[in-house]
């Protein structure tokens, strides 16, 4: 299973903290990925941390235009 795959699992299975996780390991490595961005925004806003998901989201908005 791809790293993306397993956020993806752990999003939908709402271990929103372990996904958090996997996501912030996975971005320090590929810091331009717009899908584990987009993914953590995700994970930010069920969390309740909608400035994060936003922030989040923006960036990846601006990978998918590069």
């Known amino acids: ?3 993306i ?7 939908k299975s709402n271990k929103l903290t372990e996904a958090l996780d996997l996501a912030d390991r ?3 490595a590929h810091p ?3 899908e584990a961005l987009f993914l953590r925004g995700k ?3 069920r969390m309740g941390n909608r400035p994060r998901a936003t922030s ?7 990978e998918r235009r590069v």
């Not at 795959?5 to 999003?11: M, N, R, V």
């Not at 989040?56 to 601006?62: F, I, K, P």
């Open 5 to 11: 795959a397993e956020i993806t699992a752990l999003l």
């Open 26 to 28: 996975y971005l320090a």
């Open 1 to 3: 299973m791809t790293e």
């Open 43 to 45: 994970i930010h806003w």
């Open 56 to 62: 989040d989201y923006a960036a990846r908005s601006e």
């Open 32 to 34: 331009d990925d717009a």
